[in-house]
């Protein structure tokens, strides 16, 4: 596997453990619809649907400015089969959690509502 595909996983193992830490349960891993992809689906009193970024530096910029325009797009269409499959009547929040490992340590930055549809 190529080193920034082990990246990717090591941030979204270490993102789950702080949402659970911070009391989040957790719904779904790596869930896919069509062309899509949703990092992970977790409930904290309404449904929430969080894109992991994770980069080994910030020096081209934050984790977090590489979640396109497009990307957004197809995480609002993945949930809402999520919703219609799962026969859901719940609110949705679209979160990102950026992720920088520097060394051995995780650096998490939990951005809750990073971006809405109208």
Same mark, same amino acid.
Do not use: Q
């Given at each position: 596997m190529a080193e920034?595909? @082990?990246?990717?996983? @090591?941030? @979204?193992?270490e993102a789950i453990a702080y949402l659970k830490k911070n009391g989040y349960e957790i719904l779904e891993n790596n869930y896919r619809f069509k062309k899509a992809e949703i990092d992970i689906i977790a409930l904290k009193e %309404?449904?929430?649907?969080v !894109?992991?970024?994770t980069r080994s530096t910030d020096y081209f910029g934050n984790p !977090? @400015?590489?979640?396109?325009?497009?990307?957004?797009?197809?995480?609002v269409k993945a949930i809402d089969n999520y919703i219609i499959e799962k026969d859901l009547d +719940? %609110?949705?929040r679209f979160d990102i959690i950026a992720i920088i490992k520097r060394g051995y340590l995780f !650096? +998490?930055?939990?951005? %809750?509502d990073a971006f809405l549809f109208f």
């Amino acid at each position: 596997m190529a080193e920034h595909n @082990e990246l990717g996983k @090591e941030g @979204e193992k270490e993102a789950i453990a702080y949402l659970k830490k911070n009391g989040y349960e957790i719904l779904e891993n790596n869930y896919r619809f069509k062309k899509a992809e949703i990092d992970i689906i977790a409930l904290k009193e %309404e449904l929430v649907v969080v !894109e992991v970024k994770t980069r080994s530096t910030d020096y081209f910029g934050n984790p !977090e @400015e590489f979640v396109t325009s497009k990307k957004k797009k197809l995480l609002v269409k993945a949930i809402d089969n999520y919703i219609i499959e799962k026969d859901l009547d +719940v %609110e949705v929040r679209f979160d990102i959690i950026a992720i920088i490992k520097r060394g051995y340590l995780f !650096e +998490v930055d939990h951005i %809750e509502d990073a971006f809405l549809f109208f």
